[in-house]
């Protein structure tokens, strides 16, 4: 977990530089709390925002595509794995109320897909590098012009049946983000 948590250091003085992003693109950084005590840090990229208008049912719908960098640990330190995946997402979200007449909550969900760099991780043979990222989360924003938002997530990685071994690996997710 050391060296996940250098890697979020660097990586955060970088993309929070003020020449990093252009306007109204994203940044996030995940805490994850997996299934079987695994661990990990999920660094991501926004690099695009629009709204669906008018959706039967729905109404406006917030869409952005969520690029992102994974990587799980699991174990003592005397004896660890670790595994590193890369994700790419398309994530609806809708707000559904307000917090003390202010901060929008919204409902978020992805679906997305995956590339893992190890198909036997944390005593599992998830059975494919190729796995689908689902998410389903709430979301509130904040700050100065709302352009930070902090979510709790659960996410999910599978590989849908595209091989006999598919366990699976769950995640409970907490997240913080800045919009440029």
């Known amino acids: 977990m050391r060296t ?5 250091a660097l990586l955060s003085t970088y993309l929070t530089s003020s020449n990093a992003f252009a306007a109204k693109q994203g940044i996030a950084v995940d805490y994850l709390l997996g299934s079987d005590n695994i661990q990990g840090v999920r660094l991501a990229y926004r690099p695009y925002a629009t709204q669906l ?4 049912w729905l109404g406006d719908v917030d869409i952005y595509w969520e690029v992102s960098m994974n990587f799980w640990e699991v174990g003592a330190d005397n004896r660890h794995e670790t595994n590193y995946a890369v994700a790419i997402s398309p994530v609806l979200s809708k707000q559904f109320a307000t917090i003390a007449n202010k901060y929008p909550l919204r409902w978020e969900f992805g679906i997305g897909v995956s590339l893992v760099e190890d198909t036997r991780f944390a ?3 998830i059975g494919s590098h190729y796995q689908f990222e689902d998410r389903l989360g709430l979301v509130t924003d904040f700050g100065e012009n709302m352009n930070q938002s ?4 659960y996410m999910h990685y599978s590989n ?3 091989n006999t071994h598919n366990p699976g690996v769950d995640f409970l997710n907490v997240s913080y983000a800045v919009y440029f």
Do not use: M, S, V, Y
């Not at 208008?53 to 039967?56: G, L």
């Not at 902090?150 to 997530?153: N, P």
């Open 4 to 8: 996940l948590l250098i890697i979020i």
């Open 53 to 56: 208008t008018q959706i039967k």
């Open 123 to 125: 005593g599992k043979d």
């Open 150 to 153: 902090i979510a709790l997530r």
């Open 160 to 162: 849908g049946g595209l």
